[in-house]
């Protein structure tokens, strides 16, 4: 009997309502404390043989026969209109197959924004023509053959600019984003003014982001081929059936007749969550020159058009009282979010949910440019406004002579402002203790006091914590179904996708643990629309927590089949069998058991089918929680900063693979370092030209960047949360990164860097003006 | 709650026990005479347009980048041990990329009685070694360079040879198929002594029927592809989840690790139920040379290696009391099996199961040559033994002076010999009725006496009729999944195949039925192990009965979730609620009816999934009937015959598309007139060779040869059978054919032809004999 329940499901900072269709009960929670054979235990990649010897098939390897080339014909001006387009001489030259402009395919791309091929061009890269050859040379030649004439436009490329009152307008709904009505959005609860009245020491500061470029080791692409009115795209995506939606709409055609694969997928970090127009242009290529064709954006392309992490400005005022209770935090933010990005991240996350206090209000704003749009970024918005928040409020500490831990302690909270209710499971206190135990400071102690670490030569040594807060609990709707072969090896079908984080394998370790089998009896099935269920978008944090639990539950329903039809042949109740690594085994009666295969043998070809879903979310809030602390040393000389070491605690529920959580852990960290240290997209403020959209110019942190790291969980079972107990936990490690690198340099130097990446420049300015600020007091 | 149920299947003309595991409740059986929407109205092939525009990809159809393409050596002899193979030179060919022999493949294929290349040679075309090379020219180019060093042994050729007793063993188990420790398969019930005795009447004859080659559209043939350590097979097959089977045992892979591909299939006519060694072949080369393998055999392998529906010699026994009760039937008969064959087909079956007859004994031999061995054609054994059967009960009608109609009247019953049970449906008498209608006599006419048609010149004109009785029933196992997408458009999921029959169609109409959308919102997925739960074999006729009722199950219950759905936002009971033509409808209030994709908006991406699978069969037997009456000409000059008309028709139980039927029908009845007419394996009876392998050579019914055919269905549910009222339809229009056109060429001339392929050559000389005897009798 199928019922209807209405659910919340926190994504990436917003909350969004879900409908479940729940037939049946979910299963009860895995117990804490009870000993699990797989979950729990690290286990190396499943599919780690195929990644590494290349035989997985990236959507860069596909190639089908007759297979053709695309490239795009890009704006090469920031706001311009296009007069016209002629294609003739491109059409002519030997090797061309087909070619495609707004004349050929006039598809609403951007709402009413904006069109697949628009006459308007609003940044450097917006797409003009796209062309497919047999081969990539020929596709290059072609676009330069083609001849365009534009209009060119004034273009306004800075975020202070872009909110100017009276600024040119450079997108049909606006500069600034709008959030009922209003420029913004506005958050508030309690009075800040009342707040700030009541404070006895106040901070206030501002901080600046830069744009971070994702990178992800693969960059987006597509290769689309048709079988007479059917549509398969192979598609790097973290989102197989969002893709599927999005080309069907743009085609006009049913969902049913397209089909998306994403079976190995080389890093998204968020980028490639929404559709970008490659599928679509491959799909029409393809359509027309009736062969296959791929269109892979270069390194060029990845950084320019589909996404990063746009720049911040934060301007924070926090009030406390003498003896350290935080009684108001203001912040006014702006985000840059590029030319047409529809919503702006959560810089205002931190402020509103990690610290305990009643008067809390955020302005932030999301302010178009005449550049490539934002796209979600690992931990959207948190990344930034923590490093903003955290900064102040070690400021704070400074101001109130408390240790910046102690002073966290006290403003810590069980409860969930926005709801009042308490969360579903918080242990970041125990995240603190184990992570100044972890960088060998023991639990309860003290951070060093500023300066107080021994320094070498120029080289000086400081600590910094920052914590971390993050939704990550999951939801619905999420699908899976787990097939049982007359070997006893198990297929298990997700319509998900693992962008490189190790899903896989903790959901094959799911799978594993309830069906009482070994993990190598798994074979997980995902990224593809057609052999599986709806899975969600791997974004969020949100697969674990949201697919884990319909993968459980579709092996347990496959479990009490086997153990049903086992009950048969062995003539016992259903209720005294069990399924242990492979055998049926009948409680107190060792010797009555039976290898699962013998059971399949009797039913032959029968197979049976389990199917899951992800249920409802409790009313509780979820959110994971951690605290790193950075151990860095900064030249005082030179202002170069070198981490030497990172302890980094988080809570996100039951642990399924240690060895894969770690990996998280690792990789957000050092992407977390990037975003403190060295990434930074550098822009012609005349052209609005990327200057360094290759990965030799842009500084991703490499194996000789990376410090010590010392990771841990705490593997505490979030039995609220869901029946498996976990949190996602792929984006907490990146959150606090920065801001505690940012804390360390100025515990190890007294300089406050107020804009990341700390680069060496930034860190000289930054002790060059509290030489100053000394001097000043001195000559006082 | 999963319950184990034991159930009888029958396929083939063999009873199976097959295990089904039951989950909840089937659906009610759809009531007969109901409005039905789109079951049981003329719908076009679902993938016609794929089919004829060439977008439908066959295994023939698959390229992959970097491809080869394989051939096999094959023994020149009939019998041969291999002493020793040299294959460095064919290694040295540029281009060569694999070469594989029994060295590198000692793989065990017919269980303890050959190997996938065996030491000895057992037929001309058994497997040497094959080659992977970079195009086919090269690959046939590298065989040549293989030196091969045999020792000649002497070949067994003739059934009658290989029968007689201290004949030459061919075969480690024997040159005749044992059954219970006997040769041959003995069946008995009465006392045929005791028949014989209450005879009045009795004839005796011996029929023969030639070697038909299968000669299926596309050859076999399959593509093989290595990912790591999984491998993917494309085969044009008859049932993927049998190759996977096949495949991972020779390969001693997991079943999970074996993906098996067939979306499109050029037919098969049995010939492709089993595996064959090209997918293993193909694998290993694949394997050796870290490229996707192609093998596909040409015609002449075709026809020589991969089956056939061996000769038979049947000497038919029965006597009847003088008004036309049949009191025994008493039937001898040898198959030619080939070498490898494990079984023989079912040439006793229309003795058994066609009359009400207490005294029946048959004894079938399957016979082993050094000849390519039989397989599964088209209603094996049916075709062969009901042209044996009906010849004599025509002779008998002849003899006793009845009409062949009156007679099988007086000879029809309800309850089954073997069980002792009514049968779950037989309107066989409307059969013979409704063809005496069509073929212009009207329903209860009897056939017209010998010679008493009109001729013209030297032809002569005759009618002749035959019965048909064969299974398909079909039964379990058999899954499917529904899942409906956001837009309202269906996907069914089955893991069979549609070999050309049209099942796709027929499933396609259950399911847009139950679910109450319009037909073509459903997209059916098969033909992939990978992306569907167990789907049979297509044989037997039990692809519809099989597997309809698991998609209308799935189906319902998809339905079933839907309206619970939707009473939640309608506010309406569920019960009260109804699925029509893609809107959701409210008894009695025709204006509160939703669009169903007004519902799935409301879910958004939760994803509706059934689930249904084919429940057990009830212990009555099924099986399906029909009659053909045939209106010919005989040339009694040259021996020609020509068939004008064939009126068809046959009991399926509940039709769920005429217009596929219709085609079912056609075809069976052309492959029948093939063999009764021109198709015949030619064989030099010195080497073995096969004379007549190519399409040229062996003569196949063509549009030229088509006579008027007026086809028709007893369109009666069969709800005993299954809840969808249907039987397979695929074999029955077969059945009959020949053994109408020799009745009908009897009374055109007065000859009796006893062997197939009725050739102008024997035509004339059964007229020949005839007027020797009319002369003899004359001359007394």
Redesign the interface.
Known sequence: ????IKTKVEIEGRVHE????V?GDEPAAWEEGREYSVVGKPANRVDG??RV?G???YTYDV???G?LHAAVLRSPHAHARVLSIDTSEAERLPGVRAVVTRDEADIDWYGDSGKLFDSTMRFIGDDVAAVAADDLDIAHDALKLIKVEYEVLPAVLSIEEAAKPGALEIHPRGNIIQHNGHNGELYSRGSVEKGFKSAEVIVEGTYRTSTQMHNSLETHGSVAM????ELTIWESTQYI?GVR?RV?RALNM????VRVICEYMGGGFGSKGSTFKQAVIAALLARIARRPVKLMLDRREENTLVGNRGETVQKYRIGATRDGLITAIDLEAMTGVGIYATWAASVAGPAQDLYKCANVRTLTLGVRTNMGSQAAFRAPGYVEGMFGLESAIDELCEKLGMDPVDFRRKNHSDVDHSSGQNYSSKHLLACYDRSLELIGLGSGAALPVRGSLPSNGPWRRGMGLASQTWGGGGG??A?A?V?I???G???VHCGMQDIGTGTKTALSQIAAEELGVPLD???F?LG?T??A??G?ASWGSITTPSVGPAVRMAAEDAR??LL??AS??METPASSLQLVDGWVTTEGRPEGRKPLTEILD????????G?GYRGPNPTEPIRTWGAQIAEVEVNIETGQVRVLKIAAVHDVGRVINPKGLASQFYGGILQGMGFGLTEERKVDVRTGQVLNASLDEYKVPTIADTPIMLVEAIDKADTLANHIGSKGSGEPPIIPTAAAIANAVYNATGARVKELPMTPRRVLAALGELRDRQEGITSN
Do not use: C
């Not at 009997?1 to 209807?4: D, E, G, H, P, Q």
């Not at 048709?226 to 009115?229: A, Y």
């Open positions: 009997m199928a019922r209807v879900e409908t479940v269709v037939e043989r195929e010897t035989a997985a098939r190639n089908l026969p297979m048709w079988e007479g009115e059936f939606e069907a049913p969902l049913s007749k619905p709707p699908h179904l097939r072969n007359p070997d090896t198990v297929e009896s798994i074979r099935r593809d057609q052999k269920p709806f969600p009490k089949q049903e039809i048969f042949f009797e039913i032959g070809d029968y197979m049976v089918t199917k």
